[in-house]
C-alpha cells in the first residue's frame, strides 16, 4: 500500500537554530497533510496542516512546504527551542482514506 | 470543552487474553479511528467508526475489533493477543469522515502482552 516515509530518523539541533525535518511520500492522488509531535508518554498532537493546492504555510514558528512535483514535505521550526524536543510525523490523506503516517523523526535541541 | 480521554493507560496482559480499551471522543466530534503504534514507529490505522458503524479499516486481523456508542465514545477489542501486539494504542476523535482539520488524538494505552 502507500505509505509516507522520512529522510532522516534522527536530527540534533542547538537551541537557537533552525530546524528541518523531511518527509517523502509515495501516493500522489493524497491532498492533505499534517505534521504531528508526539512528546514522550503523550499522543500526537497537531502542528499544521497544508492542502494539494498550496505549496506553503505558515504558523507560529512552523512552515510547512509542499512539493508535489517530488512528493517532499518539510516542516520548518524557526529559534528551534527545549521544548521543539519531540518525535514528528507527517501524515498523508487522500478523500476517502485514513491518514497514513511516516515512521518519524526524533528532534533533540542541545542547549 | 474536554479532549480525547483514553483507559486504562498501562495494561499488562497474556498471551492468549483478551482486552478491552477505551475511549472518550472530544466533545462535539463524531468519528473515531483507532491506531496501533508500535515502538519506534508511525501509527498504524486499524480502523474508524462514524455514527457507530465502521467506516474503513486498515490491515489488521478480524480478532481486533470495535464498537462505538450512541455517545460517539468506542471501545476496541482484541482477542487472543500475541506478543506482537504489545504497543501504544491511540484513539484520534474528529468531526465527520472527512475532517478538514485533522484529528485530535488521546494520549494512549500502552498495551504489553507477556
Known amino acids: 500500500g502507500e505509505s509516507v516515509g522520512l529522510h532522516l530518523p534522527t536530527l540534533s539541533v542547538q537551541e537557537g537554530d533552525n530546524s528541518i525535518i523531511n518527509c517523502a511520500y509515495s501516493?500522489?492522488?493524497?491532498?492533505?497533510f499534517i505534521w504531528y509531535k508526539q512528546e514522550s508518554g503523550k499522543g500526537p498532537q497537531f502542528i499544521i496542516d497544508?492542502?494539494?493546492?498550496?505549496d506553503k504555510r505558515q504558523g507560529q514558528r512552523v512552515t510547512v512546504l509542499l512539493n508535489k512535483t517530488v512528493k517532499h514535505l518539510s516542516l520548518q521550526i524557526a529559534a528551534t527551542q527545549p521544548g521543539d524536543s519531540a518525535v514528528y510525523f507527517c501524515?498523508?490523506?487522500?478523500?476517502?482514506?485514513?491518514?497514513?503516517f511516516g515512521p518519524g523523526t526524533r528532534l533533540s535541541v542541545l542547549p | 470543552e474536554t479532549g480525547v480521554t483514553q483507559s486504562p493507560t498501562h495494561l499488562i496482559k497474556t498471551r492468549g487474553q483478551q482486552v478491552t480499551l477505551r475511549c472518550s471522543s472530544q466533545?462535539?466530534?463524531?468519528?473515531v479511528s483507532w491506531y496501533q503504534q508500535a515502538l519506534g514507529q508511525g501509527p498504524q490505522f486499524i480502523f474508524q467508526?462514524?455514527?457507530?458503524?465502521?467506516?474503513g479499516r486498515g490491515n489488521f486481523p478480524p480478532r481486533f475489533s470495535g464498537l462505538q456508542f450512541p455517545n460517539y465514545s468506542s471501545e476496541l477489542n482484541v482477542n487472543a493477543l500475541e506478543l506482537d501486539d504489545s504497543a501504544l494504542y491511540l484513539c484520534?476523535?474528529?468531526?465527520?469522515?472527512?475532517?478538514?482539520?485533522?484529528?485530535?488524538f488521546g494520549s494512549g494505552t500502552r498495551l504489553t502482552v507477556v
Open positions: 501524515a498523508e490523506k487522500n478523500y476517502g482514506q485514513n491518514f497514513v
Open positions: 467508526y462514524y455514527r457507530e458503524e465502521e467506516n
Open positions: 466533545s462535539g466530534h463524531n468519528t
Open positions: 484520534a476523535s474528529s468531526l465527520g469522515r472527512e475532517t478538514n482539520y485533522g484529528y485530535t
Open positions: 501516493n500522489s492522488a493524497s491532498d492533505y
Open positions: 497544508i492542502r494539494s493546492n498550496m
